[in-house]
């Protein structure tokens, strides 16, 4: 038998190799081969938990990032790590190789959404904003809002977190988990309320908890920052004189109404711990997330001696020291509204 030279072996090996070599980096690294132009300027794809790489390129191939699924399905089995993919939501801004595509998705943190929560809302409200722009829905963050083990994770002494929904700017994981969105949430709460507001409390012989439910009814009052150490004044100088608070956003809470409307003298008759115009002292828990402007405001009111104030009609409030003081002021409210 003839023996071929080694040499005819390796240059036999070497043509066959060097194209295939080619072909296969062409294949995994070439960029938009087997992608499409990202149209106006790009396109957001969700990945869900529990969606194999299968229905993944599925997705991307539905909405035109890719032309074919199976190119991405060989380069997952070449490169295995690159078929754990997040859930999560996407924005695909270039065009992409078979094997950058992948890799980007895999190692790519997933979008972000930036959401403002007002101040005065209702726990119900957030959960509704919340589960409108994120991949939990709302009555998954409500359920987990009222998660007796949650909260005690969290050290917070109450039955949900109303009033504990700190207003402001966030930046949540689009795919996010109720829990997770909660965290983000409790972290921006823990990083005002912090040890000096705590040790402030203390010092008022007040609780947390307390805090946040008279720092809840002085948002409902106003939305008028500078008014506000005044109204909380006024609480808490009734408070002291065990007064009746007979706060009308606390009745507004038990009647189950999520925007003011007038209340009638029945109104204030209705049988609800909340009722402040017939149960003494604080109701128990916040009817809607304070701002830090009311939380400071009941931790560092005005010092003053009013009992008593009515809007004027203006946007502001008239306060006054004695029940007749008070009497004419609600007839200039009155006048004003004439």
């Not at 890799?103 to 403002?116: A, F, G, S, V």
């Not at 809002?145 to 949540?172: C, Q, V, W």
């Not at 609780?207 to 439910?213: D, H």
């Not at 409307?261 to 204030?268: E, G, V």
Request: glycine share 6%.
């Amino acid at each position: 038998m003839q023996k071929i030279p080694l040499s005819r072996t390796f240059s036999f090996l070497g043509a066959a190799g060097v194209p295939t070599l080619c072909f296969l980096l062409w294949f995994l690294f070439y960029p938009g081969w087997n992608t499409l132009p990202v149209s106006e300027p790009y396109t957001v794809v969700t990945v869900k938990k529990g969606d194999s790489i299968r229905s993944i390129l599925g997705k991307l191939h539905q909405q035109r990032v890719i032309r074919h699924e199976r190119p991405l399905l060989v380069t997952a089995r070449l490169f295995s790590n690159l078929r754990n993919i997040k859930p999560g939501r996407y924005t695909i801004t270039t065009r992409h190789s078979n094997f950058s595509l992948l890799e980007w998705m895999h190692q790519h943190p997933q979008d972000e959404e930036q959401i403002m929560i007002p101040p005065g809302q209702r726990m119900e409200s957030v959960s509704g904003l919340l589960g409108s722009r994120l991949a939990a829905d709302s009555l998954s963050l409500l359920d987990a809002m009222r998660n007796p083990d949650l909260l005690k994770h969290h050290d917070i002494a109450a039955e949900s977190l109303e009033g504990y929904l700190l207003p402001g700017t966030y930046n949540f994981a689009w795919a996010g988990s109720p829990e997770e969105v909660i965290q983000t949430l409790l972290v921006h709460f823990r990083k005002f309320y912090d040890e000096t507001l705590l040790a402030e409390t203390r010092k008022r012989g007040l609780t947390e908890l307390e805090v946040l439910t008279l720092a809840s009814i002085v948002e409902a009052e106003t939305p008028l920052d500078n008014e506000k150490p005044l109204i909380a004044s006024v609480y808490l100088n009734r408070l002291a004189k065990g007064m009746k608070l007979q706060a009308d956003p606390t009745v507004q809470y038990a009647l189950g109404r999520i925007k003011p409307d007038r209340l009638l003298y029945r109104d204030l008759d209705i049988d609800s711990p909340y009722n402040t115009y017939l149960h003494k002292g604080l109701p128990p828990g916040p009817i809607c997330s304070p701002g830090k402007a009311s939380i400071r405001a009941v931790l560092f009111p005005a010092k003053s001696t009013y009992l008593y104030f009515v809007a004027t009609g203006n946007g502001g409030h008239y306060f006054a020291r004695t029940h007749s003081e008070h009497l004419k002021n609600v007839r200039k409210y009155r006048r004003n509204r004439e």
